[in-house]
């Protein structure tokens, strides 16, 4: 396929190019693929510093384009970050508070304009928003289990009908975005939301990376053994530890063959019942050492928190192997139709996660490794090869983006801002920037017990307000405290800080519309799907 010259500047309509010559000649414009895992962090991509596992493809992507260090979650849970991504709307405005929404899918969304601007648009692999997708040409999303979807055998809903696909899950839903690019038309722009499912709880590898890390011993965080000592109530009080919450059949997957096929309803036994025979045994293989181990009965204490730690890594980490090559076979893909430097590659997560940090696993809180989301972008037309960007910058900056990109008017209730200028700058900060980014999570009371909550992160400094049936207020020092471990809201040194936090703070809540965010009665809260008021 011949690509023809992007103009940057001019905002053009679609154009065939097929043969196209002369002076009616128009440029076309960006295809966009939106890569976006469930839970996969910084901490464990190469491209970011990690210690713990090597991911040459998004390491590519970074290499090639661009990598922001400050890109955070508006609020850290799948459905709500998906949702405010759609809409470049937060939460309390698109409506999607907590998992247990149901997405008001007629709203305006990011794809929407775009397919009636003329891209082709397309989601697979997660969606978890419920209600069904609208302003795609083709969709094919995961169902069961929530809608978080298998590992193994994953049953998807595709324009309507259920489909059950064998196989494992990445693979299947990388040969669903190859086969949606592949059939679009030439000349066509396409945006494509491919979606994968890893690395989610609980970490099924796919066959091929079953016990790769088996003899890996992987560094542990400093913050493993966390006491929460000047921290408040929130912190000591959540359900997500490693130590305690971490269960030994569906995280752990501490089971015997014998066992699963005998209680026919445990979770773990569901999801191995998916597997074909050769991969049970696959499976059986590998985890009958760490059964044994475990049962051996000589693991205490701290060893048996660093030991579930290591079995964690071991199988969080295999299943971001599998997304890390289902990237290099589409952009291997891209490049074998010509398309791949036409292509806005974004790569990022819907949240991060605790990879045992404080002693935890799971996201929700405002702290740096689930706030903070992995955002790279390779799209040599605009932007510099290897340029890293320290703008601060949020989840609902993603829909104005690919809107300016693609030439169309961004609507003026977008709450985002569109990244393109700090992209085309090599990454640089505009003088005119944000000076804070938002937060406010909250699904409570619910699964993990994290209070809900809301704040700003600044360049050097966090502010947080824990609410609902609790009242305190976290403030962290990001210079001086990266790891978030001293509360410095109380200290007398950093009074005239927290008078400038909170401020600002004020400012921010005007600005995004999120006035008395603590007032219980106005908050909504979905947990049996409906609102039910206060809680
Ligand atoms: C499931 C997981 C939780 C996880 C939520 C939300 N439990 O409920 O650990 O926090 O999803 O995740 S599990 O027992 O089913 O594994 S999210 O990424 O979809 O928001
Ligand atoms: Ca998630």
């Known amino acids: 396929m011949q690509k023809l010259g992007y103009t940057l500047m001019i905002p053009v309509a679609a154009a065939g190019i ?75 405005v698109n409506g999607f508070t907590d998992n247990a929404s149901t997405f008001d899918a007629d709203q305006q969304t990011f794809p929407k304009l775009l397919r009636e601007s003329g891209y082709r ?5 997660k969606w978890h928003l419920i ?14 289990q929530e809608e978080q979807g298998d590992y193994y055998d994953p049953d998807f809903i595709e324009n309507g009908k259920p489909v059950r696909e064998k196989g494992y899950v990445s693979d299947i839903i990388t040969d669903k975005a190859i086969e949606f690019i592949s059939s679009t038309s030439e000349g066509q722009p396409f945006c494509l939301m491919f979606h994968h499912k890893a690395p989610h709880r609980n970490w099924m590898p796919a066959p091929k990376h079953l016990g790769v890390f088996k003899d890996t011993v992987f560094p542990e965080p400093s913050t493993l053994f966390d006491d929460f000592k000047g921290r408040g109530e929130a912190s000591k009080s959540q359900d997500m530890s490693i130590a305690s919450t971490f269960t030994e059949d569906w995280d752990l997957k501490l089971m015997t063959r014998e066992e699963m096929l005998k209680d026919t309803t445990n979770r773990l036994s569901k999801v191995y019942r998916r597997m074909p025979p ?18 051996s009965g000589k693991l205490k204490g701290k060893d048996l928190v660093r030991w579930k730690y290591q079995q964690y890594m071991q199988d969080y980490l295999a299943t971001v192997l599998s997304v890390d090559e289902s990237i290099g076979r589409v952009m291997e893909y891209l490049d074998s139709i010509g398309q791949l430097d036409n292509t806005i590659i974004v790569y990022t997560s819907d949240q991060g996660f605790f990879l045992g940090e404080h002693g935890w696993f799971d996201k929700r809180f405002m702290y740096e490794e689930c706030q903070r989301m992995p955002l790279i972008v390779r799209y040599p037309e605009a932007i510099e090869a290897g340029s890293t960007s320290s703008a601060l910058c949020m989840n609902v900056d993603f829909a104005p983006t690919f809107l300016d990109f693609a030439g169309v008017d961004i609507p003026s209730d977008m709450q985002g801002v569109s990244l393109r200028k700090v992209m085309e700058n090599g990454g640089k900060t505009p003088e005119d920037w944000r000076k804070a980014v938002y937060y406010h999570y909250y699904e409570y009371p619910a699964e993990h017990s994290v209070k809900r909550h809301y704040g700003i992160r600044t360049e050097d400094c966090k502010l947080i307000h824990f609410y609902n049936d609790i009242d305190q207020w976290e403030m962290y020092d990001m210079k001086a405290d990266p790891d978030e471990m001293e509360n410095v809201f109380d200290a007398p040194e950093y009074a005239g800080k927290r008078a400038e936090m909170m401020q600002l703070l004020d400012s921010v809540l005007v600005e995004y519309g999120d006035t008395d965010p603590s007032e219980q009665e106005k908050v909504l809260y979905h947990g049996d799907r409906r609102y039910t008021g206060r809680k």
């Open 18 to 92: 097929a043969g196209c010559s002369g002076t009616d000649e128009k440029p076309q414009r960006p295809n966009i693929l939106f890569i976006m895992t469930d839970d996969h962090t910084t901490q464990a991509m190469s491209c970011y510093g990690s210690s713990l596992i090597c991911t040459p493809n998004m390491d590519r992507i970074a290499r090639e384009g661009i990598r922001f260090d400050n890109c955070y979650a508006t609020n850290a849970l799948s459905g709500p970050s998906r949702a405010c991504i759609l809409t470049g709307k937060f939460s309390h």
């Open 121 to 125: 648009t397309g989601i697979v692999g």
């Open 131 to 144: 209600s069904e997708p609208q302003g795609f040409d083709f969709w094919s999303i995961l169902s069961g």
């Open 278 to 295: 050769e991969v049970q045994a696959k499976w059986d293989e590998v985890y009958a050492e760490r059964i044994a181990e475990y049962r």
